[in-house]
């Protein structure tokens, strides 16, 4: 399973940009995709995902972000992209996409009063820059 | 919105010691808890899913407990492999990060 984003790079604040996640050795559409930010020298911010086609491919995104960013997914090229408007300083980052995929038997914990799987397994890309600057 | 609050944010140890991490939420999330390990350079590595699986390969010196509103990660004896940033993830109500805590060498 591997991750490769692309589309990263310079834009001018209020600007547009669409990043790109490829996927090889799986099927993207079968798993939450998530993007994921990083600052320079700062922490991880959820950005948003989309659901698995069985999920119904639904979409959710972090709150500084919801009326800026739109996630979405060409299944015929295994491809996630996250297209951002009205940029601004703050959105200066490295732009990870990820995913986990379960293994082992699904069970229901009767504490955490749901099902989950034994184990999953997460996979990221390296990440792409985008520097929103004048 | 939840918010994560991490503590301590830096931890200064030994190899060998016993490392205890912290991350508290606003409202309770009930198990929807992951911890990352961030080393320089490098994505974030999944460790622990609700609040105390490990994900796949994680070594069994990684532990995590807690539910509702308390959680804590546990380094039972430090790897100089273990020494990074962590951060917790809640994964009730969309999902957001903690701010980290970082785990340095004394």
């Known amino acids: 399973v591997q991750l490769m984003e692309s589309g990263g790079g310079l834009v001018r604040p209020g600007g547009s940009l669409r990043l790109s996640c490829v996927g090889s050795?799986?099927?993207?559409?079968?798993?939450?995709m998530t993007w994921v930010r990083q600052a320079p020298g700062k922490g991880l911010e959820w950005v948003g995902h989309?659901?698995?086609?069985?999920?119904?491919?639904?979409?959710d995104y972090a709150g500084p972000v919801r009326d800026r960013v739109t996630i979405s997914r060409d299944d015929s090229r295994n491809t996630v992209f996250l297209q951002m408007h009205s940029l601004n300083v703050e959105d200066s980052a490295l732009y990870y996409c990820?995913?986990?995929?379960?293994?082992?038997?699904?069970?229901?914990?009767?504490?955490?009063?749901?099902?989950?799987?034994?184990?999953?397994?997460?996979?990221w890309g390296h990440g792409t820059l985008v520097t929103v600057s004048s | 919105e939840i918010v994560l609050t991490q503590s301590p944010a830096t931890l200064s140890l030994s190899p060998g010691e016993r490392a205890t991490l912290s991350c508290r939420a606003s409202?309770?999330?009930?198990?929807?808890l992951a911890w990352y390990q961030q080393k320089p350079g490098q994505a974030p590595r999944l460790l622990i899913t609700?609040?105390?699986n490990r994900a796949a390969g994680i070594p069994d010196r990684f532990s995590g407990s807690g539910s509702g509103t308390d959680f804590t990660l546990t380094i039972s004896s430090l790897d100089p492999d273990d020494f990074a940033v962590y951060y917790c993830?809640?994964?009730?109500?969309?999902?957001?990060f903690g701010q980290g805590t970082k785990v340095e060498i004394k």
């Open positions: 409202h309770s999330i009930s198990g929807h």
């Open positions: 050795g799986f099927t993207l559409s079968h798993t939450l």
């Open positions: 609700d609040a105390s």
């Open positions: 993830q809640q994964r009730y109500i969309w999902w957001t």
């Open positions: 990820t995913t986990e995929t379960p293994g082992g038997r699904k069970y229901y914990d009767t504490s955490l009063g749901y099902s989950l799987y034994e184990y999953y397994s997460d996979y």
């Open positions: 989309i659901r698995s086609k069985t999920e119904g491919g639904t979409t």
